[in-house]
């Protein structure tokens, strides 16, 4: 059960980065020139793009929870 928790997780981030990659313009473009640099091996092209993904998805997913533990903490003293 435990692993697949882990593996939940994680393909949670790669979704969660996939759709922030494809509908964020800015992140897109800065993310598509190091995917057509990949050669063409193939186990690159399927691992690099996702790996990339799932990054991002680390990265948003820490911003969320940075703004509502500070939103969380505002309600606290507020009360």
């Known amino acids: 059960m435990r692993g697949l928790t882990i593996v939940g997780t994680a393909a949670m981030f790669l979704v969660g980065g996939g759709i922030v990659v494809h509908n964020v313009p800015a992140i897109h473009h800065l993310i598509e020139p190091i995917i057509m640099d990949i050669p063409?091996?193939?186990?690159?092209?399927?691992?690099?793009?996702?790996?990339?993904?799932?990054?991002?998805?680390?990265?948003?997913?820490?911003?969320?929870v940075a703004v509502f533990s500070v939103i969380g903490k505002f309600k606290a003293t507020a009360s």
């Open 40 to 64: 063409n091996l193939s186990v690159a092209q399927a691992t690099i793009p996702a790996l990339l993904n799932g990054v991002i998805g680390i990265i948003a997913g820490l911003i969320v």
